[in-house]
Structure formats: C-alpha cells, structure tokens
C-alpha cells in the first residue's frame, strides 16, 4: 500500500525511470511497471509518443520529460525533477534509449556513426552518473542496460551499433562489480530481433537489395530459432524478472542466443565463418 503522508507523487511507490520510453521495448516496459503499481519515469526525444504514454498512464503515475539522451546537462535536469516526485529514490534505471544504422562501413556517413556513439553509449553512461545518487539512496536497487544480441559477435553492416552495444554489455559487467559496493546492482539485456520501431526505421545507408522491404521483411521473418521475431512485452518481462533476480548480470532473449556467446569462446572461427556465409547468402539473393 503507498505512503499518502510522503510528498512526492510516487507516494511511496517502487519507481523506475527509463529513457527512450515512447515506443518499442521502453513503452511496453513502462505499461508493465505501473500495472504492478510503480511510479514511472518516462523520457525520450519523441515529444509525441511520450505524450501518448502520459495520458496512458496518467500524470500522477507518472514523471515525463523530452529528453535526448546524449545531452547530460538535460539529463541531470529530468532526474532532478523526477527525485522531487520519488522523493529522492530510484529503485531500477532501465537506459534503453537507442538508435540504429545500417549499411557497409564506409557507406555510413561519419556523423551518424558518432551519433550511434553519442546515443547508445555515452547516452548509457550519462544516464548512469545522473541516476546514480538516486540509486545509492534506494536498497535493492538496479541499473538495467539495453545491449543487443550483436554483442554476442560484431556483426557485420551494423559494425559502430555492434561496437556500442559491446562496450555497455562490457560497461554493465564492470559496475556490477564496481556498484556493488554502494548495494546497486547492474545488468544488461542482450536481444535479438524485436519488433521495435528501431527495427522498422533504421536506414540502410548503403541502398542495396540486402535490406528487404518492410513487407518482405516481415512475411519471412523467422518463426523458430534464436532469431525468431519476437514482441517487445517480452523485453519488458525481462526487466521485471532482472530486478527479482539479484546476481544474473546478462539477460538473452531469447535466451538461446546465449549459445553464440558460449560457443564464440570455444570455437570463434566457426562463428565468425557462419555469420560471414549468411551474409554472402544476403547479398546473392
């Protein structure tokens, strides 16, 4: 039951705050959050989306600012405000903000590979240093990383979101050893293909036939397998299962995808030859 004597809007409430919230994985995780009754924190650069997600859940379940990750000052800003409605408390920062590119290296024009940069890492650990005060003042509480099932291998025409993804699979390691000393836990989601707006927009810089239409796309996506297309509700069940879960740092969905992690180790050659064959059979076709 929430504590109506606290001043906050949370009342008392668990909260999370997550970034990149108005669509995809970041928008199903807040509806599940404040079905199970907790204070949530949306931001994202969609002013739109975000506006829908806030008449959703209504503004006293909710804090919600138009916010770009890779701007810290603003950040530091959206936390300040939420903390006045959580009371100074956070109890699981999900970083999900993302954004993608694809296309031969050399066809992805520099400025948008430093904005894959700007975004899907220094984005992550902007929102860390922001949250982290609140963190502190939370027991129990979690950072939650979106990684990718690209960082289980570099994948090839996604190569600067594959190396972004890899330093926050390395980043959530890292502090979950660093944090633990402060009692803040930190993980990390690796997904594969999930049906996300970031799956149906990112370009394809290099305007070939190896990315299929929408339609097509969509039609022969694999039914089976480690990657299968799957919902973004599932993305959300994992954050609500990472936080019941104290000591497992990274998180596969599906959860075969693990494989290629294990497997990589033991046998990279094979992996890499096999990513390399599927990629000849896409440009062929």
């Keep these: 039951m929430s504590d109506t004597s606290i001043a906050g809007k949370a009342r008392g ?14 928008r199903q995780t807040a509806r599940l959050f404040r079905q199970k009754d907790w204070f949530v924190g949306l931001t994202d650069v969609n002013r739109d989306g975000l506006r829908l997600l806030e008449e959703e859940i209504g503004s006293d379940n909710c804090y919600a600012g138009c916010v770009d990750v890779a701007d810290k000052q603003a950040l530091d ?5 939420f903390a006045k409605d959580s009371d100074g408390k956070l109890d699981l920062l999900f970083a999900n903000a993302g954004i993608g590119e694809s296309g031969w290296f050399e066809d992805v024009p520099f400025d948008a590979a430093v904005r894959l940069v700007q975004v899907n890492l220094i984005g992550v ?18 950072v939650f990383i979106t990684s990718s099932s690209s960082a289980t291998h570099g994948m090839p025409r996604i190569a600067v979101y594959s190396a972004t993804k890899f330093a926050v699979k390395g980043l959530a390691e890292a502090l979950s050893i ?11 989601v690796l997904p594969g293909l999930i049906d996300t707006a970031i799956l149906r927009n990112t370009p394809n810089r290099s305007g070939d036939r190896s990315k299929p239409s929408e339609d097509v796309f969509y039609s ?30 990274h998180w596969y969905v ?24 599927q990629m000849a059979r896409f440009n062929s076709e």
């Design 254 to 277: 599906p959860r075969e995808l693990a494989w290629i992690d294990r497997l990589k180790g033991i046998f990279p050659g094979l992996i890499r030859e096999r990513i390399a064959r």
């Design 77 to 81: 800003g959206a936390l300040a405000d």
């Design 220 to 249: 022969t996506a694999p039914k089976r397998g480690m990657f299968r297309l799957l919902a973004p509700e599932t993305v959300a069940q994992t954050v609500w299962a990472a936080y019941q879960e104290p000591h497992q740092v």
């Design 178 to 188: 660093e944090f633990s000393r402060f009692g803040v836990r930190v993980a990390d």
């Design 125 to 142: 650990i902007a929102s860390i240093y922001a949250a982290l005060p609140l963190l502190k003042a939370t027991p129990g509480s979690l």
């Design 13 to 26: 409430r668990k909260t999370i705050f997550i970034t990149g919230a108005a669509s995809g994985m970041g």
